[in-house]
């Protein structure tokens, strides 16, 4: 049973460049998530998917975007990086109206 | 606002039992308390949660006041694994609430 799996596990962007967080989970979970975690930080809400078709902003959504066509898959699109984007991000799932989060292991993104 | 309030940081020995506090005096009736753990390098991991009456799972015991006012995670024997930050956070249910996590408490535990 793989969970939740984030790819890739590090990145280096330069400013202005785009990319694509992948997140998959096996779980069959309606709601999924995707944080930041910034050093000494807690984990802060970007955007989250309470199921396939449907995307809502957290608390800190500018600058990324997201999209679930699937009920497996919630990609983050980074579409022109910026050094503040520099974070760890997480993505989470669970089933719908329980709050276990699923985490995965993060996804370390430097933008120089 | 991450609607509870924690101590930064916590030292305890290993093989002692430990007591992680979290007050969360404005919650609401229906909230759940939930606590999660997170390791170095890695994404957090649940623990426990609980709405009213305690609660016991292999990992942890939840100990929640009876006004709900505040609760204490409970770690029966503390070994050197347990050293993570822990998070204590309201659950108010529904599909679209993500769980905020505060800054949590830093346990430290000393061999």
């Known amino acids: 049973n793989a969970g939740v799996t984030q790819t890739p596990k590090f990145q280096v962007l330069k400013t202005g460049q785009s990319m694509t967080l992948q997140c998959a989970q096996d779980?069959?979970?309606?709601?999924m998530s995707w944080y930041r975690q910034d050093p000494g930080m807690g984990l802060r809400l970007i955007h989250y998917?309470?199921?396939?078709?449907?995307?809502d902003q957290g608390e800190v959504p500018n600058g990324y975007n997201v999209s679930r066509s699937t009920t497996e898959d919630f990609p983050l699109r980074l579409l022109s990086a910026a050094p503040s984007q520099t974070s760890v991000y997480f993505c989470?799932?669970?089933?719908?109206?329980?709050?276990?989060?699923?985490f995965g292991e993060g996804s370390r993104l430097t933008v120089l | 606002d991450a609607k509870t309030t924690q101590p930064n940081s916590m030292e305890s020995n290993e093989e002692e039992p430990v007591h992680l506090p979290c007050n969360h005096s404005?919650?609401?009736?229906?909230?759940?308390i939930h606590w999660y753990r997170q390791l170095p390098s890695q994404g957090p991991e649940y623990v426990i949660h609980g709405l009213t009456s305690n609660v016991n799972n292999r990992m942890a015991s939840l100990a929640i006041a009876e006004d709900r006012k505040s609760s204490t995670l409970i770690l029966h024997r503390a070994t050197l694994r347990d050293a993570a930050v822990y998070y204590c956070i309201r659950y108010s249910g529904g599909g679209a609430d993500g769980l905020t996590f505060g800054k949590g408490t830093h346990l430290i535990i000393q061999p």
């Open positions: 779980m069959n979970h309606e709601y």
């Open positions: 404005t919650i609401s009736g229906t909230d759940y």
């Open positions: 998917s309470v199921g396939a078709g449907i995307t």
């Open positions: 989470a799932s669970r089933q719908a109206n329980t709050g276990e989060l699923f």
